[in-house]
């Protein structure tokens, strides 16, 4: 019996071939009326191109136009890498109109193909868009709680539009992982970025090096100095070997550097998911927004467990000289 319900399980998360499931997105308020509309037969269009993509093998040429050129090829590559597919006959969400001039659509979950990496086999997609309804962006979200809680430090902190960026960085940054994509992930790491796994520190050699002027002692960590295109070497590897990476994100917490507003540290438990290997530690990124629209990592820090004293690495433990 248990064999029966559990292969009655899968059938119902498996859309039936040739028969691809017919959504329709409604935006229940946000923005006004007649953008609102555009963006919901945009989206509306986009899930059901997806779901044909899924079953008929239909290219997703037809929905170009609804994206800025870059957007459309990432999207591409997202659906194709994950397999993305809309369950639902019918998504009520919002409109959110961003401190930063763009307007989202979150909460729309689709199913993904996980291979061999156990899980849930569902993510919430974002679509970011600009005032004409042009869809710029795509991405996983990170989970609502955070969003939600997030926003609500930047409206007491008085930095919303930068939290936003943050905000809307880590769900890229996640989703880069999910997808595999390495350009990315080299994209945002700077050449001199300070690269801490577990217990083993990893940094390129430069002439300033973010090590050298870290307060943490041999006694908290041992270092070990490797490149940062080493890191990605073995990166590469862990991809090759597993489907999905899926990664999930818990206690985030954002620190405004003290002295320079436009670097932030973000501190969180990441619980990583794979076929090949699963763990569950600390992650901290120290993220300068000095290019806003190009955010980098000087360091990426992650440990399995806290300090003795119940710390863990953070944004005091770094000297920063400009």
């Known amino acids: 019996m248990r064999f029966k319900n559990w292969i009655y399980f899968m059938i119902l998360l498996l859309p039936a071939s040739g028969l691809a499931i017919k959504t329709q997105v409604i935006l229940l308020s946000g923005g006004e009326e007649q953008l609102r509309g555009k963006i919901e037969s945009t989206l509306t269009d986009v899930l059901n191109g997806v779901n044909k993509n899924y079953e008929e093998y239909m290219p997703l040429d037809s929905l170009r136009e609804k994206f800025t050129d870059v957007a459309f090829i990432e999207f591409n590559e997202l659906t194709q890498k994950t397999k993305l597919y809309a369950t639902q006959k019918e998504y009520r969400t919002y409109l959110l109109h961003t401190e930063n001039g763009f307007f989202e659509v979150r909460d729309l979950k689709v199913r993904i193909f ?15 868009l600009d005032e004409q309804g042009v869809i710029v962006n795509v991405h996983f979200a990170i989970e609502n709680h955070h969003y939600q809680e997030i926003l609500q430090q930047g409206k007491e902190l008085q930095d919303l539009a930068f939290r936003e960026k ?39 050699k430069q002439d300033f090096d973010y090590l050298q002027r870290s307060y943490l002692s041999d006694e908290q960590i041992q270092f070990i100095r490797l490149g940062k295109f080493e890191y990605l070497e073995r990166l590469t590897k862990v991809f090759q070997l597993n489907d999905f990476v899926r990664i999930q994100f818990d206690q985030v917490t ?19 998911n794979s076929s090949a290997y699963s763990d569950e530690g600390y992650l901290f990124l120290m993220v300068d927004f000095i290019q806003p629209e190009e955010p980098i990592i000087h360091v990426r820090a992650w440990q399995p467990d806290k300090f003795a ?14």
Not at 118 to 125: A, C, D, E, Y
Not at 190 to 202: E, H, P, T
Not at 257 to 264: D, K, L, M, N
């Open 166 to 204: 943050i905000l809307h960085f880590l769900e890229l940054y996640r989703t880069a992982y999910n997808k595999k994509d390495l350009e990315f992930i080299e994209r945002t790491l700077s050449d001199d970025a300070l690269i801490i796994v577990g217990y083993v520190v990893k940094t390129k």
């Open 254 to 272: 954002i620190q405004r550097h003290p002295q320079f507003e436009r670097i932030y540290g973000v501190q969180l438990k990441q619980r990583w």
């Open 114 to 128: 996980l291979g061999n990496t156990s899980g849930i086999p569902f993510q919430n997609l974002v679509f970011v």
């Open 309 to 322: 004293d119940g710390s863990t690495i953070n944004i005091y433990d770094f000297e920063i000289i400009e």
